[in-house]
């Protein structure tokens, strides 16, 4: 875990940007399902911020590739990446969120969140926070506790096993009126050097 305090001050314009990805989306590429998830990859959107978090999230992925996922080979990590905001929910919504909100990133080595926007009762407080539980029971029950909490910050900044079952925890999304909203990065290792594979959603790593 990471606070990128230097991106806080990007937000209001980040946060803005994304709400009118959203809000703009043809309807047939825009998602929902208990949230309203960005149509593409959010770090195309013109603000620095998107630029200097895409700078700090990719050192700490290089960072933990060279201490977790050493190789004899030459591999690429490749990042999908998109935000997702909550904002009202419905009762109805709520009850699907406690039935079917937790899931877990698989196929993908590891994953990141990166919050953005957390309404202001829920800013570092468990409520409104992410709930991380690992999926494999039994001896591991034994030497650690099975669940955490990841309380919400703007800035601040997870890393974690793409196996591991996470959910936001279901709770009154609109209390204040401000939306949450979670930058979200998938990232695969692919082994070898891949052809014609390009961009800003691509980091090599010689590990």
């Not at 001050?9 to 946060?15: A, G, S, Y």
């Not at 940007?17 to 590429?29: C, F, G, Q, S």
């Not at 060279?66 to 004899?72: A, D």
């Not at 877990?104 to 709930?131: C, K, M, Q, W």
Request: glycine content about 6%; proline content about 8%.
């Amino acid at each position: 875990m990471a606070a990128f305090d230097e991106v806080v001050p990007f937000h209001d314009e980040m946060t803005q940007e994304l709400l009118d990805l959203i809000d703009t989306a043809p309807h047939d590429v825009s998602t929902r399902f208990l949230a309203q998830q960005t149509p593409c990859d959010p770090f195309l959107l013109p603000s620095p911020g998107w630029r200097l978090l895409e700078q700090l999230s990719n050192e700490c992925y290089s960072k933990i590739a060279k201490r977790h996922f050493q190789r004899w080979r030459t591999g690429e990590f490749h990042l999908r990446r998109w935000a997702i905001k909550f904002g009202t929910l419905s009762k109805d919504d709520k009850k699907r969120m406690r039935r079917d909100g937790i899931h877990n990133h698989l196929p993908a080595l590891f994953s990141s969140i990166y919050y953005l926007r957390v309404p202001p009762e829920f800013d570092d407080h468990d409520a409104g926070g992410t709930l991380f539980v690992n999926p494999i029971g039994n001896l591991m029950d034994l030497m650690s506790p099975r669940s955490a909490i990841i309380a919400p910050k703007e800035g601040r900044f997870v890393i974690f096993p793409a196996f591991v079952d996470h959910t936001p925890i279901p709770c009154e999304w609109d209390a204040s009126g401000v939306p949450r909203i979670v930058v979200s990065t998938d990232i695969f290792y692919v082994s070898g050097e891949s052809m014609g594979s390009t961009g800003s959603n691509v980091l090599r790593a010689n590990v």
